[in-house]
């Protein structure tokens, strides 16, 4: 069982739904689309004690986060997702 310490909340990102059409359009076999998302809406899985707005936390709720500032964890069995209480931009009601 993980459990975060030091102002991080464990989280789950949502994943951003994609429409994408076929254009026709040849694209060179490296080409990598850029990601202009700078942040991303998670889910709350559990977080430390000292985060600075814990008494707002809950289960399952969501979150507005710097994307760039999220950093996965390999447990071994799993991976679970972090950040820190300082990159949490907004909480969704």
């Known amino acids: 069982m993980f459990k975060?310490?030091?102002?991080?909340i464990e989280i789950k990102v949502?994943?951003?739904e994609e429409e994408k059409t076929p254009s026709g359009v040849l694209?060179?076999?490296d080409y990598k689309e850029k990601d202009e998302a700078k942040h991303a809406t998670a889910?709350?899985?559990s977080w430390a004690r000292d985060v600075r707005f814990e008494d707002q936390l809950s289960v399952g709720s969501h979150l507005i986060v710097d994307k760039s500032m999220v950093e996965d964890i390999d447990l071994g069995s799993r991976t679970v997702a972090v950040v820190l209480d300082n990159y949490v931009l907004g909480l969704i009601n």
């Open 4 to 8: 975060p310490v030091n102002r991080y």
């Open 14 to 16: 949502m994943d951003e």
């Open 27 to 29: 694209l060179p076999k």
């Open 43 to 45: 889910q709350v899985v």
